[in-house]
């Protein structure tokens, strides 16, 4: 089962931050979440669309420029990254799980990835996931080789149909809502399942038993050791 650090290492470090990321990659997580947004041609590591939860910032995004925003601390000194720090940090350590924050964002975050794809890396190294599901569908349709992730808050029925007619590699979906069918229907066609977002040694137990692929945690240290305890409890 893969270990989805959750915004780097949220749990360890602020948010979306470079100190996030490396405490994610000293832990041994082999994926790495972040949240981007496209901001004045470029893209930003960044959850919300206000500042105040995660910065000493105010208000909208949009009433600054990029530099202010680069300017502002998100938590411990750390200034929001921009996407290509990220990568430029992750540095072929882990594959990397791009999550759309906004509408605006897909084709500069393609751009970026064929960027880093012409420089020795895979596209298999980076999965784009999202709610917003035209824009998933656009990349796929731009670059077949991208992998995609749909993102769902909720499970609907026939979900996993639609997951797979955009072509997705995952659907990622939401811990307090996931279930049986589900995984089981995504399983059969041929989709990843990953979840978000799971903490503790109970639900690592329980989402395993279940089959799931895959689980997002802010505690990425916390599960590799589950990892490891699952493992020396193997026969054999």
Known sequence: MICIAHRGARGYAPENTLAAIDVALEQG??????????????VIVLHDEYLDRTTNGHGHIEHYSLNELRQLDAGNGQQIPLLNEAIELVNHRAKINIELKD???????????????????QYQDFLVSGF????????????PQCRIGALSAGVMLGYAEFAQQLNAWSINLCAQSIN?????????????VFVYTVNNHLQFDEFAAMGVDGLFTDYPERMLHWLDEQALSLPG
């Not at 997580?29 to 470029?42: C, K, L």
């Not at 509408?103 to 794809?117: D, F, G, K, W």
């Not at 917003?132 to 670059?143: A, G, P, R, T």
């Open 29 to 42: 997580a082999t994926w790495i979440e972040i949240d981007v947004r496209a901001h004045s041609g470029q």
């Open 132 to 143: 917003f599901h035209h824009q998933l569908q656009w990349i796929k349709q731009q670059q």
């Open 180 to 192: 049986q069918q589900i995984i089981d229907d995504a399983h059969q066609r041929g989709l990843k």
């Open 103 to 121: 509408a605006n964002s897909a084709a500069l975050v393609l751009a970026l990835i064929e960027q880093y794809v012409s420089r020795g890396w």
